[in-house]
């Protein structure tokens, strides 16, 4: 299995996993299904990877990951977190392989898709915030294997923040000052996310 297939097997496993966790978060204040509807997406996702030629590219894995999220994740969980993966798609379709630069190139496109998307900023308690939570930690880094560990190490920073917001988006909106305390379960799964990645990806460039 090549090294982005890969990461496509541990998504599945690392979801599957954090499942309960994510949807006990989720319970404060949404419809506490986010864990059983990220894990079902990245099943999904890795049933279309499991379909591509050993040799695939990048580019090839990355979007059926994206499409296989965004065909089985209901409400606006499938279009956000497809998102991520589908950027990864065209920005990798030029740059072939998912390094440093890549990574880099991916984070502040996936951000201004979610933006443009779903009119979300930067301190709404969202998974927003982890993602800028990694671009955060990267800025000025060398563009080695570790800029895998450091995104990550971001992201979960970002998701940390996340409890002392107060939520303007989404069901947690109308909780309005009752919603500070608690993370945002999406801002967690992007740390899963970039960590499955490092975990796979971090020291092989």
């Known amino acids: 299995m090549n090294k982005y297939m890969e990461v496509a097997r541990r998504l599945q496993e690392t979801f599957e996993q954090a499942a309960m966790e994510l949807c006990d978060l989720d319970r404060k204040a949404g419809d506490g299904d986010h864990g059983l509807t990220i894990s079902r997406g990245f099943r999904s996702a890795y049933e279309q990877v499991s379909l591509l030629d050993e040799d695939a590219a990048a580019?090839?894995?990355f979007k059926a990951i994206g499409y296989g999220m965004l065909n089985t994740m209901g409400g606006a969980s499938g279009p956000i977190f497809s998102t991520f993966f589908i950027q990864a798609a065209i920005v990798l379709k030029e740059r072939k392989v998912l390094d440093g630069?890549?990574?880099?190139d991916i984070l502040e496109k996936t951000i201004t898709a979610i933006h443009n998307l779903a009119d979300t900023r930067r301190?709404?308690?969202?998974?927003l915030d982890a993602l800028y939570g990694a671009v955060d930690a990267i800025q000025?880094?060398?563009r080695d294997?570790?800029?895998f560990r450091k995104a990550s190490e971001g992201a979960k920073q970002g998701a940390e923040a996340t409890r002392q917001m107060q939520a303007t988006k989404g069901?947690?909106?109308f909780l309005q000052e009752r919603s500070i305390g608690f993370m945002d379960a999406g801002s967690w799964s992007v740390y899963l996310i970039l960590d499955t990645i490092a975990a796979v990806l971090g020291d092989d460039l």
Not at 101 to 104: G, H, I, S
């Open 101 to 104: 630069e890549a990574l880099t």
């Open 140 to 142: 000025g880094e060398p």
């Open 171 to 173: 069901r947690a909106k």
């Open 59 to 61: 580019a090839e894995v």
């Open 123 to 127: 301190g709404e308690k969202t998974m």
């Open 145 to 147: 294997a570790a800029i």
